[in-house]
């Protein structure tokens, strides 16, 4: 029978923190009372992260592995949503994401399965990274039309039926756009959810720099062209 909830991790250099992520989500999920499974998707790491999860996961029903030789924050979230199995289908941010949070979430999407549950960050950070998220995501609502606040924000949840029945073409960064920008084309209620977003839990030091904010800025031309 298929499980209630799957959660996708996509998993980047983060072999130091695996053992605690894996620790933490086995452990916590089976709190919503409902069946769960997780996806660890290794996507294009340099590092033992991959050998170190599937060690772990070993035995255990509720856990999938699986090993990417390329990378791409979009290619994971694909692959993730491809091989779930779960009525509703939530994929995040496994560096900033805390399970107090991602059980809140879930909690919002099993009361409202119809609807699309996702984060909105009320960013703590420097300011130059704020105002590049509030840069970016106003230019989604004038280029795209999507009206949200942090179009990037993770845990995002939808129903199978839903994310599976919508075609994605993104591999990198510009995952969250598409998502959100061919959610709201078909109509689909999406309630956004604040949580406070802080300090990273573990893997490398943040991707985003000025190079790849300005990729995601230009980005949106693309994705524009797939609506």
Do not use: H
Not at 63 to 87: D, P, S
């Amino acid at each position: 029978m298929s499980p209630k909830i799957s959660v996708i991790l996509p998993i980047y250099n983060q072999a130091g923190q695996i053992d605690f992520l894996f620790e933490q989500y086995t452990s916590r999920l089976p709190e919503l009372g409902v069946s769960w499974e997780v996806l660890f998707v290794v996507n294009g790491s340099r590092d033992e992260s991959y050998a170190k999860v599937s060690a772990l996961a070993q035995g255990n029903p509720n856990v999938k592995v699986f090993n990417l030789e390329q990378g791409g924050w979009g290619r994971a979230v694909k692959f993730g949503i491809a091989n779930a199995t779960g009525e509703q289908i939530c994929y995040t941010n496994s560096a900033r994401t805390t399970l107090d949070d991602l059980l809140l979430i879930l909690t919002y999407s099993l009361a409202t399965p119809e609807m699309v549950i996702k984060t909105t960050r009320v960013i703590r950070e420097s300011f130059v990274r704020k105002f590049g998220s509030i840069l970016y995501n106003y230019e989604n609502r004038l280029l795209i039309g999507t009206p949200i606040w942090d179009v990037n924000g993770t845990p995002k949840v939808f129903s199978s039926n839903l994310i599976k029945n919508i075609p994605l073409a993104s591999d990198g960064d510009m995952i969250d756009a598409e998502v959100m920008a061919k959610i709201y084309r078909k109509g689909v209620q999406v309630v956004e959810v604040l949580i406070v977003s802080t300090k990273r839990i573990g893997g490398e030091r943040s991707t985003t720099t000025f190079k790849s904010a300005w990729r995601m800025y230009m980005g949106l031309f693309d994705i524009k062209k797939l609506l």
